[in-house]
T-cell receptor, first 115, second 115 residues
Framework: GAGVSQSPSNKVTEKGKDVELRCDPI?????LYWYRQRLGQGLEFLIY????????KSGLPSDRFSAERTGESVSTLTIQRTQQEDSAVYLC?????????????FGPGTRLTVT | KNQVEQSPQSLIILEGKNCTLQ??????????LRWYKQDTGRGPVSLTI?????NTKSNGRYTATLDADTKQSSLHITASQLSDSASYIC??????????????FGKGTKLSVIP
């Protein structure tokens, strides 16, 4: 079946502009995660959605970052007033949260470059 | 603070040779440890997952070990192939109850297999 998809695959934007990144999770997966991966660095957790529960936003680095998810479908990560430090690959993952040994399936990521 | 440290940062080996990657963690309470393979430009893909009671698990030419007492894990790759060139990421999950999970990612080991 289809995996996690993300769009766009690449985005170049000017400093100060807003960007929206999209994630389509695997159908039926109740949990959705956003991560940031800077060049040569590990993954940084940003935000976690689980069903209709309030999202865990503890990883968002500033109030310029926000994310939405409607039900158990598409999610959008929005970065306002982008800065050069926001340049990174943004990865989305989804999973079925049934037990602690859930499997996260990752999308290919969106490479964001802020000039 | 939960941390996952991986070594070496990068590794170059000849095709056909074996190698071992290391992961040390300070994560509590421990739930499971997972090794991911991330090809360039792709999202991470899970290789193995181990819980507290498991000390070894294999997936083809990949064998992971876990020593929960010393909080160390290793990933051994046997008879390496060019397609093994990737970043290998160690991820430790902690579960603090009431559906609250935290994933701590290592920065990864970049493996290059050369002919």
């Amino acid at each position: 079946g289809a995996g996690v998809s993300q769009s766009p695959s690449n985005k170049v934007t000017e400093k100060g502009k807003d960007v929206e990144l999209r994630c389509d999770p695997i159908s039926g997966h109740t949990a959705l995660y956003w991560y940031r991966q800077r060049l040569g660095q590990g993954l940084e957790f940003l935000i976690y959605f689980q069903g209709n529960s309030a999202p865990d936003k503890s990883g968002l680095p500033s109030d310029r970052f926000s994310a939405e998810r409607t039900g158990e479908s598409v999610s959008t990560l929005t970065i306002q007033r982008t800065q050069q430090e926001d340049s990174a690959v943004y990865l989305c993952a989804s999973s079925q949260v049934a037990r602690t040994n859930y499997e996260q399936y990752f999308g290919p990521g969106t490479r964001l470059t802020v000039t | 603070k939960n941390q996952v440290e991986q070594s070496p940062q990068s590794l170059i080996i000849l095709e056909g040779k074996n190698c071992t990657l290391q992961c040390n963690y300070t994560v509590s309470p421990f739930s499971n440890l997972r090794w991911y393979k991330q090809d360039t430009g792709r999202g991470p893909v899970s290789l193995t997952i181990m819980t507290f009671s498991e000390n070894t698990k294999s997936n083809g030419r990949y064998t992971a070990t876990l020593d929960a007492d010393t909080k160390q894990s290793s990933l051994h790759i046997t008879a390496s192939q060019l397609s093994d060139s990737a970043s290998y990421i160690c991820v430790v999950t902690s579960y603090s109850g009431a559906g609250s999970y935290q994933l701590t990612f290592g920065k990864g080991t970049k493996l290059s297999v050369i002919p």
